[in-house]
């Protein structure tokens, strides 16, 4: 028979919901259960804790919901975990579990895979005068480093799995690596074999964020039932790489061809040059299929060489930010709530000159409920609504000057715009501004160290025989734009593709599919890289190079859009409201597209 490897994606982020894992162990079948919980973001807040706390700086999600709640049917199955749960102290979150483990009278050979952390060379890294390889940017001050780690890939998780390891424990590793380890470990994959690599990373990339790949965040969200109970993910994998998308029986959720092709686009920016630490990924030809209900095929993933770095992710204090929210009821409220607004970045300007304190680094107004995301297309109707939030958010360098907005943010609620219900939710808080500074390192310099009971096993990565060169890439075809027929109608973008975005730094992507492959030219020409960029003009604003890439992707009938320098620095570095780019793809799906009237009958 042939040999296959089923994984269940039990978590997508720190604070995914904790019926995944009890979900997929009833109903799974599954060899192993993968959890991801590091976002770059995640990683700043970790840091901070960890220096608060030396004790902490784990995921305690993982050891205090999923490890706790389901100890005795992860024994009772036999069902390995891997996951990087340990963010910055895998060696206390192991303890933690150890612990817990004890205390029902069970154990598990639990191996930590360390070495990532980069905390202890910060100095080292600064007098090498690295810059940030997006910007340019000098290396931050070590004081105010929160974190700094290098991304792993397969290579320890699957060391450890074949050292016997029941659960592989990992600080930073890619998060395609949680899959694509047991991948390597279970087939006996050669970590020179590309497109294995390739194909298996994907299959990790699919399943990373959970529930995102069964329905969650689809375009068509009403297509999908029972979100109460939606299916996690289970990827069914083969020796030739090929892998099946499924759920559990009788859970909520949708798996689909363009479902799952939602998640394969999404956050990814070259298609064909999917960076990792194992395998450059070129995704452009991969196909999905349905093969059952609720079982999608997907193939044709290829894969060059890796570079020979590690990427080391830093994460640092900005200054500090605040961000304070109040309701305005009534006629008038989106104007009444930009001029209250107005007047208290006024006020807060002339206390700080007062008292010889520098200006606001920067500002930001947002009218919730007035679409203060959609800049100029924001439609008329929104202008007129009788109920707003008004967001306001502010940097400086001094958590201090910023305690003065905090002071004066409730006094509008007597003296400025008739309407002002006060904040809601609590008082605003004052928070550090993280920023994300990126330099590759040579791989030889950061060694992975696998600890596992007595063993420890010390992994230093060879350099690929021949490094990834762009110029081996040879990228598909881009067709010339149709001939527009006589008879043309503009339907909204929904009506002819499917559409999901996702933040990638200072930048995000929107991965766009045809509905039909006859669609798939009218798209392409809609969808010009000027058109684009013009339609997202207040996302680029303060961009000093605002550039859109579009990419070709003919094996979904797809093509995968890239805003660059367009989220105001993402993540914690942002004002905006949505600094992880999740409703991009929603407001790229009202622009217009011009198809023949043949074409346009329907979704």
């Not at 579990?97 to 930590?112: D, R, V």
Request: charged share 20%.
């Amino acid at each position: 028979m042939t040999k296959i490897v089923r994984i269940g994606g039990a978590g997508g982020f720190l604070g995914d919901s904790s019926v995944a894992a009890p979900q997929l162990l009833r109903g799974g079948r599954l060899d192993y259960m993968i959890l991801d919980y590091l976002a770059e973001a995640t990683m700043s807040s970790l840091g901070q804790l960890r220096a608060a706390r030396p004790d902490q700086g784990y995921a305690r999600d993982f050891t205090d919901w999923v490890w706790k709640d389901n100890l005795r049917e992860l024994k009772a199955q036999g069902v390995k975990i891997v996951t990087n749960a340990g963010g910055l102290n895998p060696r206390a979150c192991r303890e933690r579990m150890e612990k817990i483990a004890a205390e029902a009278g069970l154990s598990f050979k639990i191996a930590i895979v360390e070495g990532d952390d980069l905390a202890g060379r910060l100095e080292d890294l600064k007098a090498r005068g690295l810059s940030e390889m997006f910007t340019g940017a000098p290396f931050p001050d070590p004081g105010k480093v929160f974190s700094a780690n290098a991304y792993f890939g397969a290579e320890p998780i699957a060391a450890a799995l074949a050292a016997g390891a029941d659960m592989v424990i990992t600080g930073r590793v890619v998060d395609s690596a949680l899959a694509l380890g047991p991948l390597v470990h279970a087939f006996g994959w050669s970590l020179d074999d590309y497109d294995r690599l390739s194909a298996g990373s994907l299959a990790g990339h699919v399943i990373e964020c959970g529930a995102q790949a069964t329905g969650g965040l689809f375009t068509d969200w009403e297509d999908v039932p029972d979100w109460a109970h939606i299916g996690y993910p289970i990827i069914e994998c083969h020796a030739d790489g090929s892998f099946i998308v499924t759920k559990p029986e009788g859970t909520g959720g949708l798996v689909s061809p363009a479902a799952v092709a939602e998640q394969i686009l999404y956050e990814v920016g070259d298609p064909q040059g999917y960076a990792l630490p194992d395998v450059v990924c070129d995704f452009t030809q991969v196909t999905v299929e349905q093969v059952g209900e609720h079982r999608v095929r997907v193939a044709g993933a290829k894969g060059y060489p890796p570079s020979d770095r590690y990427k080391v992710c830093v994460t640092f204090g900005d200054g500090f930010r605040f961000i304070g929210a109040s309701p305005v009821v009534g006629r008038d409220a989106a104007a009444k709530g930009r001029r209250q607004s107005e007047a208290m970045l006024e006020r807060i300007g002339e206390m700080l000159r007062d008292r010889n304190l520098p200006p606001l680094r920067d500002s930001r107004i947002e009218i919730l409920g007035a679409e203060a995301s959609y800049g100029a297309n924001a439609s008329a109707a929104a202008r007129a609504v009788r109920e707003v939030v008004c967001r306001i958010g502010a940097e400086h360098e001094s958590a201090e000057a910023l305690g003065l907005m905090m002071r004066e943010f409730a006094s509008p609620t007597t003296s400025m715009s008739v309407g002002t219900t006060g904040w809601f939710g609590g008082a605003p808080t004052i928070t550090p501004v993280s920023r994300v500074f990126s330099i590759l390192l040579p791989r030889q310099e950061v060694a992975a160290i696998v600890s596992l009971g007595d063993q420890t096993l010390t992994i230093v990565p060879d350099s690929p025989a021949r490094a990834f060169n762009v110029a081996d890439v040879i990228a598909p075809p881009v067709p010339a734009d149709p001939e527009p027929e006589a008879d043309m109608v503009t339907v909204p973008l929904i009506d002819v593709a499917w559409a999901r975005s996702g933040d990638k730094g200072d930048a995000f992507n929107i991965g766009v599919i045809a509905r039909r492959p006859e669609l798939l030219p009218w798209i392409r020409a809609g969808l010009s890289e000027d058109r684009v960029k013009a339609w997202f003009a207040h996302e680029f604003e303060g961009a000093s190079a605002p550039k859109v890439i579009r990419y070709e992707l003919p094996g979904m009938d797809a093509i995968n859009l890239h805003c660059i320098q367009a989220l105001g620095g993402g993540q914690f570095s942002s004002l905006r409201v949505d600094p992880l780019a999740k409703g991009k793809a929603q407001q790229l799906l009202d622009i217009g597209i011009d198809i023949p009237r043949a074409l346009a009958a329907g979704r």
